[in-house]
């Protein structure tokens, strides 16, 4: 997290199979190749995060974020790196933390992990883990990874995996220790897991009123009072796109997210997204979305009606452009952030 605090502004994207200005797709390591510009761009403008998600499908091209952001922490100087998020409940705690210290390593300290439960469930078949134990899997992963970032030194025991007896992990973090963040989604408990592990949390919001994870805020702060510890920061991850008009936006917009909707709501069971739904979205649900004015204007109110540290716009959609994305970062570093600073009261660091 930001050094000396101060709300932070990042970036998220999840490595989406993007299309070629004829309009095939790119193949997967172009996806890649593209992702790591796009973080050095973000680099130099001063964003503060850049978050890469973790996938195990056709459409999305990045199944090792951390391996991606290694790449990334060799090009740039001062942005943090993170995963958004991590599923851990099909991973080994002790690997995450050997590759994320790794990161750490290249990135002179910049390295950060959101560990989640994950929405999508290919990596459970793939590596072989039970769909049946989805929750009893990230419970148990998730004590051990917190004894791993708060000991030099464990001694832990399960029910899913062997014991552990006076376990070093190499290499350890350098300097302080790795910042580890839980994502939460729709679910009361996983706040509460938060707080009871120390953890900060950051909310996927990607749907609805943003503020109507109010009571998901005030349960966490509700749970860090009564534990007697001091609450930690609170951050959102929500999908958007800046460009220099509304109109621009949408139209740049709407048609890869659309097909990226209704390619996963179709798995789903979802009906196809109208225009209409789109439209009400972006006037007063989670998406982003317009010029810099009305990007920042929408974070701001997020930022403040629910008491953000951090707030994270998730830019990729399905085959949008890699052209339009790097816009995007451009016009999110030097309009947006100094417009959402500016409204939320705070200088610019």
Not at 8 to 25: H, I, K, M, R
Not at 46 to 70: C, K, M, Q, Y
Not at 179 to 193: H, L, N, Q, Y
Request: charged share 25%; proline share 6%; net charge negative.
């Amino acid at each position: 997290m930001r050094r000396g605090g101060g709300l932070e502004l990042g970036l998220d994207t999840f490595g989406d199979v993007t299309a070629a200005p004829d309009g095939t797709l790119l193949p997967h390591a172009q996806v890649i190749r593209d992702l790591v510009e796009q973080a050095v761009l973000a680099d130099e403008l001063g964003i503060d995060f850049f978050g890469i998600g973790e996938h195990h499908r056709a459409d999305f091209a990045v199944s090792s974020p951390e391996t991606v952001l290694a790449g990334i922490a060799t090009r740039t100087t001062r942005i943090r790196l993170g995963s958004s998020v991590t599923v851990l409940s099909s991973d080994d705690p002790i690997r995450v933390f050997q590759r994320f210290s790794t990161v750490d390593a290249l990135s002179n300290g910049r390295a950060e992990v959101i560990l989640g439960r994950g929405s999508f469930t290919e990596s459970f078949p793939l590596f072989g883990f039970d769909l049946r134990q989805y929750e009893a899997l990230f419970e148990e992963k998730l004590d051990l990874f917190a004894e791993l970032i708060s000991k030099k030194s464990v001694t832990w025991q399960g029910r899913l995996r062997p014991p552990l007896q006076d376990q070093q992990v190499f290499p350890p973090i350098e300097k302080g220790g790795l910042t580890t963040w839980i994502g939460v989604g729709g679910s009361p408990e996983s706040v509460v897991r938060a707080a009871r592990y120390d953890l900060p949390m950051m909310l996927a919001i990607i749907g609805g009123p943003p503020l109507r994870f109010r009571p998901f805020v005030d349960l966490y702060h509700d749970a860090f009072e009564r534990l007697g510890r001091p609450v930690r920061p609170v951050g959102v991850h929500s999908p958007g796109y800046v460009a220099e008009s509304d109109a621009e936006a949408a139209e740049e917009f709407f048609p890869a997210y659309k097909q990226m909707r209704d390619r996963i709501g179709g798995e789903r069971g979802w009906a196809p997204m109208t225009r209409e739904e789109f439209e009400r979205e972006v006037a007063g649900g989670s998406l982003y979305l317009g010029s810099p004015e009305t990007v920042a204007r929408k974070i701001a109110a997020t930022v403040k009606g629910l008491g953000l540290s951090r707030f994270q716009l998730k830019i990729s959609a399905g085959p949008l452009a890699h052209d339009g994305m790097m816009r995007c970062i451009e016009l999110y570093g030097r309009k947006v952030m100094p417009l959402v600073r500016e409204l939320v009261g705070e200088a610019a660091i």
